[in-house]
Structures are given as structure tokens and as C-alpha cells.
């Protein structure tokens, strides 16, 4: 058996690498990756080290552009699977307008 294949399953998934798979699937303008793991410890897929199974990203990308929201929830869903098969139990997604945050409405 090959260690390093089973370590590396084991292992949570890390902000940073949705905030990389997502910066380079989506170029998004705004990106904002947020692990609420803790919030969900002793529900159904939470895992032991209490980090890396409940996600939520708030994320504006030209990819979005003229889609409709749902379309742009099944892009990011998309750039995510690898991250869904390794055991991502829960992403919660809020599509952002692509002006920046600090743009007067």
C-alpha cells in the first residue's frame, strides 16, 4: 500500500486550496473562502480534526457573467469536485455582484 496516497486522503481540506482551485477555475474579483467546520462538530459528515468538511464561499467572477444564479452555482460546483470527492461534506455558495465591495451602489 502506498502511504503517502492514504495520508494524503486522510488530510482536511485547507481554505487555501479552494481559494486556489477557485482563483484558477473562476479568476474570481472578489473571493472570500470561509471553513465553518467548527460550527457543525458532532453533525452528520464532520470530521474528527474539526476543520475542512463545512464550507462556504462568497465568490463574484466574469465567468458569472449573464448566467443565471443557478448557472453559477453549477460553475463553482464544477471547479469544487475534486475537493466533493475527497469529502467536502457541505459548501453553502453566495454569489457576489462583480463591483467592488467598497463601490457605491
Known sequence: MNSSATSNTALPIQVRDIEQQLTARLTPTRLEVLDESAAHAGH??????????????????????????????????????????????????????????????
Do not use: T, W
Not at 459528515?45 to 476543520?51: I, M
Not at 475542512?52 to 458569472?64: E, L
Not at 453559477?72 to 465591495?101: K, T, W
Open 44 to 105: 452528520a459528515g464532520a470530521n474528527a480534526q474539526g476543520f475542512g468538511s463545512h464550507f462556504r464561499v462568497r465568490i463574484a467572477s466574469p465567468a458569472f457573467a449573464g448566467k443565471s444564479r443557478l448557472s453559477c452555482h453549477r460553475l463553482v460546483y464544477d471547479a469544487m469536485q475534486n475537493f466533493i470527492d475527497q469529502g467536502l461534506h457541505a459548501l453553502a455558495i453566495e454569489i457576489l455582484e462583480s463591483r467592488p465591495a467598497n463601490a457605491a451602489p
